[in-house]
């Protein structure tokens, strides 16, 4: 069973290491566990070598700062010996105390470890991020399919190559320190290490921008960021000076709206889409060209959260995308991608079906050029060092590989330069490709030297062309030979202008067919997000231009957002669009695979283990992760084999989890009083742990599939909640995970959401 089920062969892996047993050890194998093996109770003395990192971590690959293959173990990368060393690696027997003059003397200016230690303490943080500061990563390897050949050479998309990567997710305008379920868009930048070198596709999960030219980059960001004067409010749009630039700078409008869709809080990085927002140009190995557009498709499909799951996480656990990521590849489900690809003739105008394929602001349907599935990215390691991997990890658009180029679009070309301005200071100088995570996997001679943190060690006297004291080495590279040739387009001749073509005006349309393509309960989502947004406004002139921005997209919702605000409804200013719905752009409607789902398992002390037991390996049968939840840790009395507690009802929050198995009616623990838990001074009806109920209430609310089992019937009465509503499964038992995976198939219980659009 485990060989065909990594969540359930993983799962047993973990309980092993928690307990130093072999796989199929007591059930406790949960993600999330600090260190390869527990602990023992007192401090450790005898002297011994670092752990191992655990299972699920891996490091950058170990090759030279020049792109050539070391062989060396990753551990070489990492600190050794057993003993306690100074930075150049002498022994220290100390490290409580600094030098003194005595006990209670002064401390000595001689103190070289103290000296050395507090340096290095002082200068541990680096530049965040100006945009995408908060983010996590993961390791994992690209398999082409080899369908991509006919319209690029590029040699990782070759039949069966397979390219090691490096992924980033991220939010764009809070801090480091901010919370990950915010409304934003999420950035999703990929590095591949191919044989001919570095190509990086850095994209985000939406597929337009907020503007077509990058020369307003800072200004929308500007917008974004907290107000200068207070610094508030932190990693959020709902402000005045967002809506005052998207509401007086239109071109926004498209990218706005997919922002206050579901879009904008998604449930998880691997149920994301991705996009590289730009046309691309193509290039294969006869010479002929193709624009494309890069897609991302989750295997797992496209899914949200509610916004009030995403409001609850920001508080309980800020970290929530990041942990489900990590715990994920731990558990072993791994996330999955197909890389699709959009292509087009690539003609003179650059235009397809009367969309500007130059202009960020647009999308091509998918009815219109269908997404080509060229390979598959699993994502497979965790980092094993945080700082060295995710934060200092550089992507840049220009990073491109033979068979890919760049095209004409204004706010590409924009990002082209600006990339490699904000790695100087963030890290340190021009070197920072020879930082590990960094370092090409093909081999470098650039004939560029020196500088901040140089680590290749260079030989040769003649870092210059042409020259005859180093033989003439670097030589120059032929097409036959794998150069990076920039394709020969024609540029067009004319007057210098700070002009945008006249296809750039139309910034309606689009947004038009994205709102006719949700479903009701996606635009009853959307009129919620503007209405929540513009509340928070304090300028009145501004939650009045904003509706005038939506009267030309539809007048249904600008009707009901301005019902929100309490303002009159204004008239379109412009002709509504006659736009053909797109399907694929709603998330609601199809069914998808349940790797790697969260299932809670909610009991207490008093009932049956063995149905527990039963639906736990249900559930770990299905590809999921169980976890139990009762009123204290430990392990539940039973007569078998023991069922660990990994949640308590003082920790457990409904909404980390997908979907809620409930055994009976959990009786009030022993800190279920508002003074110890304010969860458990709720007022409602005397019936188990209030907290319980809470849980129950709450998931039923987000629209989760909720089992009942073993008499709990009397909590889903005392909660309102009545056999036969959908999603509601009162049954006993293991029988029921059959009818909660149909259900979590489709994401929620949809029906439980009314929509009045």
Same mark, same amino acid.
């Given at each position: 069973?485990?060989?065909?089920?990594?969540?359930k062969?993983?799962?047993?892996?973990?309980?092993?290491?928690?307990?130093?047993?072999?796989?199929?050890?007591?059930?406790?194998g949960i993600?999330?566990?600090p260190?390869?093996?527990?602990?023992?109770?007192?401090?450790?003395?005898?002297?011994?070598?670092?752990?191992?990192p655990k299972?699920?971590?891996?490091?950058?690959?170990?090759?030279?700062?020049?792109?050539q293959?070391?062989?060396?173990?990753q551990?070489?990368?990492?600190?050794?010996?057993?003993y306690?060393?100074t930075?150049q690696?002498?022994?220290?027997?100390?490290?409580?105390?600094?030098?003194?003059?005595?006990?209670?003397?002064p401390?000595?200016?001689?103190?070289?470890?103290?000296?050395e230690?507090?340096?290095?303490?002082?200068?541990?943080r680096?530049?965040?991020?100006?945009?995408?500061a908060?983010?996590?990563a993961?390791?994992?390897?690209?398999?082409?399919?080899?369908?991509?050949?006919?319209?690029?050479?590029?040699?990782?998309?070759?039949? &069966?190559? +397979?390219?090691?990567?490096?992924v980033?997710?991220s939010?764009?305008?809070g801090s480091?320190?901010?919370?990950?379920?915010?409304?934003?868009?999420?950035g999703?930048?990929?590095?591949?290490y191919?044989?001919?070198g570095?190509f990086?596709l850095?994209g985000?999960?939406i597929?337009?921008?907020?503007i077509q &030219?990058?020369?307003?980059?800072?200004?929308i960001?500007?917008a974004g960021?907290?107000h200068?004067d207070r610094?508030?409010?932190?990693?959020?749009?709902?402000?005045?000076?967002?809506w005052?630039?998207?509401?007086?700078?239109?071109?926004?409008?498209?990218?706005?709206?997919?922002?206050?869709?579901?879009?904008?809080?998604?449930?998880?990085?691997?149920?994301m +889409?991705?996009?590289?927002?730009h046309?691309?140009?193509?290039?294969?190995?006869?010479?002929?060209?193709?624009?494309?557009?890069?897609?991302w498709k989750p295997k797992?499909?496209?899914?949200?959260?509610?916004?009030?799951e995403a409001?609850?996480?920001?508080?309980?656990?800020?970290?929530?995308?990041r942990?489900?990521?990590f715990?994920?590849?731990e558990?072993?489900?791994?996330?999955q991608?197909?890389?699709?690809i959009?292509?087009?003739?690539?003609?003179?105008d650059?235009?397809?079906?009367?969309?500007d394929?130059? &202009?960020?602001?647009?999308?091509?349907?998918?009815?219109?050029a269908?997404?080509?599935?060229?390979?598959?990215?699993?994502?497979?390691?965790?980092?094993s060092?945080?700082?060295a991997e995710?934060?200092q990890?550089?992507?840049?658009v220009?990073h491109?590989?033979?068979?890919?180029?760049a095209?004409?679009?204004?706010l590409?070309?924009g990002?082209?330069?600006?990339?490699?301005?904000?790695?100087?200071?963030?890290?340190?100088?021009?070197?920072?490709?020879?930082?590990?995570?960094?370092?090409?996997?093909?081999?470098?001679? &650039?004939m560029?030297?020196d500088?901040?943190?140089?680590?290749?060690?260079?030989r040769?006297?003649?870092?210059?062309?042409?020259?005859?004291?180093?033989?003439?080495?670097?030589f120059?590279?032929?097409?036959d030979?794998?150069?990076?040739? +920039?394709?020969?387009?024609?540029v067009?001749?004319g007057?210098?202008?700070?002009?945008a073509p006249?296809?750039?005006?139309d910034?309606?349309?689009?947004?038009r067919?994205?709102?006719?393509?949700m479903?009701?309960v996606?635009?009853?989502?959307i009129?919620?997000?503007?209405?929540?947004?513009?509340s928070?406004?304090?300028e009145q002139?501004?939650k009045?231009?904003n509706?005038?921005?939506?009267?030309?997209?539809?007048?249904?919702?600008?009707?009901?957002?301005?019902?929100?605000l309490?303002?009159?409804?204004?008239?379109?200013?412009?002709?509504?669009?006659?736009?053909?719905p797109?399907?694929?752009?709603?998330?609601?409607?199809?069914?998808?695979?349940?790797?790697?789902?969260?299932i809670?398992?909610?009991t207490?002390?008093?009932?049956?283990?063995?149905?527990?037991?039963a639906?736990?390996?249900a559930?770990?049968?299905?590809?999921?992760?169980p976890?139990?939840?009762?009123a204290?840790?430990g392990?539940?009395?039973?007569?078998?084999?023991?069922?660990?507690?990994?949640?308590?009802?003082?920790t457990?929050?409904?909404?980390?989890?997908?979907?809620?198995?409930?055994?009976?009616a959990p009786?009030?623990?022993?800190?279920?009083?508002?003074?110890?838990?304010?969860?458990?001074?709720?007022p409602?009806?005397?019936?188990?742990?209030?907290?319980?109920?809470?849980?129950?209430?709450?998931?039923?609310?987000?629209?989760k599939?909720?089992?009942?089992c073993?008499?709990?019937?009397?909590l889903?009465?005392?909660?309102?909640i009545e056999?036969?509503?959908?999603?509601?499964?009162?049954?006993?038992?293991?029988?029921?995970?059959?009818?909660?995976?149909?259900l979590?198939?489709?994401?929620r219980?949809?029906?439980?959401?009314?929509?009045s659009?």
């Open positions: 069973m485990s060989e065909k089920n990594p969540v062969a993983a799962v047993d892996k973990l309980a092993g290491a928690v307990h130093g047993e072999p796989a199929g050890g007591p059930e406790e993600p999330g566990k260190a390869p093996v527990s602990p023992q109770l007192v401090e450790p003395t005898t002297p011994a070598e670092p752990l191992p299972a699920d971590q891996s490091g950058p690959e170990t090759v030279s700062p020049t792109g293959p070391t062989g060396a173990d551990a070489r990368m990492a600190q050794s010996g057993a306690l060393t930075a690696g002498a022994r220290l027997p100390d490290t409580d105390h600094s030098l003194k003059a005595g006990p209670r003397g401390v000595l200016l001689q103190d070289h470890h103290l000296r230690k507090l340096m290095h303490f002082d200068h541990e680096i530049p965040e991020r100006v945009v995408h908060r983010g996590s993961a390791h994992g390897t690209f398999q082409s399919y080899g369908t991509a050949q006919s319209v690029s050479k590029a040699a990782f998309l070759a039949r &069966d190559v +397979e390219t090691p990567v490096f980033r997710f939010t764009v305008l480091r320190g901010s919370a990950d379920t915010v409304r934003d868009t999420r999703f930048a990929t590095k591949f191919t044989e001919e570095v990086d850095v985000n999960n597929p337009v921008f907020f &030219d990058a020369i307003k980059f800072p200004d960001i500007h960021k907290p200068p610094e508030i409010p932190q990693a959020q749009s709902a402000h005045d000076t967002f005052d630039f998207v509401s007086l700078h239109t071109e926004a409008t498209h990218h706005t709206l997919w922002n206050m869709s579901d879009r904008g809080i998604p449930r998880s990085y691997r149920m +889409e991705g996009f590289g927002v046309t691309f140009r193509l290039v294969n190995a006869e010479g002929a060209t193709t624009l494309v557009k890069f897609h797992l499909g496209v899914h949200s959260l509610v916004w009030e409001q609850i996480l920001a508080g309980v656990d800020p970290d929530f995308h942990r489900d990521l715990d994920a590849i558990s072993g489900a791994f996330p991608w197909e890389l699709g959009q292509t087009f003739p690539d003609t003179d650059q235009m397809f079906e009367g969309i394929l130059l &202009d960020a602001t647009k999308i091509v349907p998918e009815e219109l269908p997404v080509k599935p060229v390979g598959l990215l699993t994502l497979n390691a965790n980092p060092n945080f700082f995710v934060e990890v550089a992507f840049h220009g491109l590989v033979p068979g890919i180029d095209t004409d679009d204004p590409l070309a990002r082209n330069f600006s990339y490699l301005d904000t790695q100087l200071t963030r890290l340190g100088g021009p070197n920072f490709p020879q930082i590990p995570i960094n370092r090409t996997h093909a081999p470098v001679n &650039d560029l030297r500088g901040f943190h140089q680590t290749a060690v260079h040769g006297v003649a870092p210059y062309k042409p020259n005859s004291l180093d033989g003439g080495c670097p120059f590279a032929g097409a030979t794998g150069a990076f040739i +920039e394709v020969p387009v024609e067009p001749a007057r210098k202008v700070r002009e006249a296809s750039y005006d910034h309606f349309s689009q947004p067919l994205f709102w006719l393509s479903s009701p996606e635009r009853e989502h009129v919620a997000a503007y209405t929540f947004e513009l928070k406004c304090y002139a501004i009045e231009r509706l005038a921005v939506l009267a030309n997209i539809d007048g249904e919702l600008c009707a009901q957002v301005a019902a929100g309490g303002l009159p409804v204004p008239a379109a200013t412009e002709p509504l669009a006659d736009a053909t797109s399907p694929r752009l709603s998330q609601v409607g199809a069914a998808w695979p349940l790797d790697g789902r969260v809670g398992i909610v207490d002390q008093a009932v049956d283990t063995a149905g527990v037991r639906v736990r390996e559930v770990l049968d299905s590809g999921m992760v976890l139990v939840v009762a204290v840790g392990v539940l009395a039973t007569d078998g084999d023991p069922v660990t507690v990994q949640r308590t009802f003082a457990a929050r409904s909404v980390e989890f997908d979907a809620l198995v409930f055994f009976g009786q009030a623990g022993a800190d279920a009083y508002g003074a110890r838990d304010a969860k458990a001074g709720a409602g009806p005397s019936v188990g742990d209030p907290r319980v109920l809470t849980l129950l209430t709450e998931a039923y609310r987000h629209g599939a909720l089992v009942g073993a008499g709990a019937e009397t889903f009465e005392a909660a309102g056999a036969g509503e959908p999603g509601v499964i009162l049954t006993d038992g293991a029988e029921a995970v059959p009818q909660l995976k149909e979590l198939s489709n994401h219980v949809w029906e439980r959401f009314p929509a659009l």
